[in-house]
């Protein structure tokens, strides 16, 4: 069986007038450079530059080709999520994302599979488009690791992952939304630290605030990025949830009781890092990831994986393809 990246992201070159289509305000659009070039734009200010696999289907599979990639799961980029929005706002923008993502990955014939985006924010809206999109035909959900102050163990955006799980849909955890200073402004510090510690705060979340204790064992969810700087810590972590239970000791169990509930790409870059992320989680809650197709990401798809010579050969292929299945339901 072919490799299944469930890391990847799209942006539509057909980009639509959300001033429009949504209402005033300040919103992402994309500057087309050229036939192979954009710029995403957030107001008058350069946010990313993108290339045509961003969302030529064909661009696509040629690459998942090249590095042996059977399935795609596409995601949004995390800028289009509009948690800041109000919320009649943000159900548009989904509605509009959510179609086009469906057009992006109508020619892969299969192989490009579709995640929705929804809006959080408002936790009624959020269900309702999770259900016309799986509908619709997409196989999950990717959310941001938060909405403003509200972590994942917010009342509602616990009652949309208790949807998640009634529904049978798999969730994908993007952090997003870093905060900003003058020391976090230089050398993209927001995407190297800021990234790894917006994860590692969401799953924390998902144990000290009790979702996991609250929600079934069906939900399937991972985390982008390795998990952050989780598995690094979880020694810490654990050490205080037994010292400090006045202050941390609030989920029902210490948090490595947790580990099975939860999965992780493998977007680490480096044999030694993936290898703890095996120790620390075990092979089985491992899936290969890429982030294609940024710059951040890994090309070749799964080349640390290639390199971690301490995998079995069946690690090696429950992390490329068979964890995956099981979490995409295929």
């Not at 429009?20 to 200010?45: F, K, Y």
């Not at 849909?169 to 939304?177: A, E, G, I, S, T």
């Not at 948090?255 to 939860?262: H, N, Q």
Request: proline share 6%.
């Amino acid at each position: 069986m072919g490799t299944i990246d469930i890391h990847t992201h799209y942006v539509p070159s057909a980009w639509p007038d959300l001033q429009t289509q949504v209402g005033p305000g300040v919103w992402p659009s994309l500057r087309v450079d050229s036939e192979r070039e954009a710029m995403i734009m957030l107001g008058e200010t350069e946010f990313r530059r993108v290339g045509v696999d961003c969302w030529d289907a064909e661009s696509r599979l040629a690459d998942m080709d090249a590095d042996g990639v059977d399935l795609q799961v596409v995601s949004p980029t995390p800028v289009f999520f509009s948690y800041d929005k109000a919320g009649d706002e943000a159900v548009k923008v989904a509605r509009i994302f959510n179609d086009l993502a469906l057009e992006i990955c109508e020619p892969g014939q299969g192989r490009l599979l579709p995640f929705a985006q929804v809006p959080l924010q408002n936790t009624d809206a959020a269900c309702a488009e999770l259900d016309r999109a799986i509908a619709s035909g997409h196989l999950g959900v990717e959310i941001g690791n938060h909405v403003g102050d509200d972590d994942l163990d917010s009342e509602g955006i616990v009652t949309f992952l208790q949807h998640c799980a009634d529904r049978g849909v798999p969730v994908l955890v993007h952090p997003w939304d870093m905060p900003n200073s003058p020391r976090l402004d230089r050398w993209m510090a927001r995407w190297l630290t800021g990234m790894p510690a917006e994860t590692h705060l969401s799953i924390i979340a998902m144990i000290l605030g009790g979702v996991f204790d609250r929600v079934p064992s069906s939900l399937r969810i991972a985390f982008a990025h390795g998990g952050g700087s989780f598995a690094f810590w979880l020694g810490r972590f654990e050490n205080a949830w037994h010292r400090r239970r006045d202050l941390v000791g609030v989920s029902e169990q210490p948090p490595s009781a947790y580990l099975d509930r939860f999965g992780v790409d493998s977007v680490v870059f480096d044999p030694a890092a993936l290898r703890l992320l095996v120790e620390t989680l075990g092979a089985e809650q491992v899936m290969l990831g890429s982030d294609y197709p940024y710059p951040l990401g890994e090309r070749p798809v799964g080349a640390v994986i290639d390199r971690a010579d301490f995998l079995t050969e069946a690690q090696r292929e429950a992390i490329r393809h068979g964890n995956a299945r099981r979490f995409l339901a295929l």
